[in-house]
T-cell receptor, first 111, second 116 residues
Framework: QQPVQSPQAVILREGEDAVINCSSS?????VHWYRQKHGEAPVFLMI?????EQKGHDKISASFNEKKQQSSLYLTASQLSYSGTYFC????????????FGSGTQLTVLP | GAVVSQHPSWVICKSGTSVKIECRSL??????MFWYRQFPKQSLMLMAT?????????EQGVEKDKFLINHASLTLSTLTVTSAHPEDSSFYIC????????????FGPGTRLTVT
C-alpha cells in the first residue's frame, strides 16, 4: 500500500525551511528518501532503519518514528539546488527490500 | 561510487516490435535489481524484482510474458518489452542494490520509451 506524503507541493524562498512527511498504515522496516529532478533518475538521500532514528547530512535530515509508522524529511536553509520532487520509499517488514514509493512532494525553491 | 547506467536513454519504436533496455551497475555488484515504471508527474511503480540467477518476481498486474526480465550477472539486468503498444510508452527506471544491512537502491538514469 502506497505511503501518504504531505504536502503535495511546497514553494519557498532560499534560506527557508521545509518539512515533508511520509506515513504508512503498515509496520515499516525502513524508510528511504530520494530526490528527483525533472527528466532525471531519483537520487538517494538517506535510509532510516531503526525506530526513532535520525539521520542527516549538510542541511537535510530525517527522522523515523517506528511506532507511528511515520518519517519526516527536514530541509533547513534551503538552496536553489534543493528544488525537485521528493519521494519516500517504504519497506515493509518481511518484504525483502522492495520499496513502495509515495506520490511525491514537489519542492520549488525561489531566489 | 554506486553508479548505475541504463541504455538506451530513449527509444522510439513501432507498435508490435520489441525493445530491450539494459541496466548495469558500474562499480558494485548488484545482488538485486528492480524495474520501475513512471508516468509523467507520478510516482515510481515497481514492476518486478530480480535477483541474479533467479527468475524475476513480478508485481500484481504486470504481465511477465510482456515484460521479460533477465538478470544474467551481478552487474547486468535487461528488460524486454515485447510486442509493444502505445500504452507501453513510459519512463522505465531500474535500480540496483548491492546487499548488506542497509541495501539502499541506486537508480539508473531511466529510459524514455515511445511506441508509435
Amino acid at each position: 500500500q502506497q505511503p501518504v506524503q504531505s504536502p503535495q507541493a511546497v514553494i519557498l524562498r532560499e534560506g527557508e525551511d521545509a518539512v515533508i512527511n511520509c506515513s504508512s498504515s503498515k509496520a515499516l522496516y525502513s524508510v528511504h528518501w530520494y530526490r528527483q529532478k525533472h527528466g532525471e533518475a531519483p537520487v538517494f538521500l538517506m535510509i532510516l532503519l531503526k525506530g526513532g532514528e535520525q539521520k542527516g547530512h549538510d542541511k537535510i535530515s530525517a527522522s523515523f518514528n517506528e511506532k507511528k509508522q511515520q518519517s519526516s524529511l527536514y530541509l533547513t536553509a534551503s538552496q536553489l539546488s534543493y528544488s525537485g520532487t521528493y519521494f519516500c520509499g517504504t519497506e515493509l517488514k518481511g518484504s525483502a527490500r522492495q520499496l513502495t514509493f509515495g506520490s511525491g512532494t514537489q519542492l520549488t525553491v525561489l531566489p | 561510487g554506486a553508479v548505475v547506467s541504463q541504455h538506451p536513454s530513449w527509444v522510439i519504436c513501432k507498435s508490435g516490435t520489441s525493445v530491450k533496455i539494459e541496466c548495469r551497475s558500474l562499480d558494485f555488484q548488484a545482488t538485486t535489481m528492480f524495474w520501475y515504471r513512471q508516468f509523467p508527474k507520478q510516482s515510481l511503480m515497481l514492476m518486478a524484482t530480480s535477483n541474479e540467477g533467479s527468475k524475476a518476481t513480478y508485481e500484481q498486474g504486470v504481465e511477465k510474458d510482456k515484460f521479460l526480465i533477465n538478470h544474467a550477472s551481478l552487474t547486468l539486468s535487461t528488460l524486454t518489452v515485447t510486442s509493444a503498444h502505445p500504452e507501453d510508452s513510459s519512463f522505465y527506471i531500474c535500480s540496483a542494490s548491492g546487499g548488506g544491512q542497509l541495501y539502499e537502491q541506486y537508480f539508473g538514469p531511466g529510459t524514455r520509451l515511445t511506441v508509435t
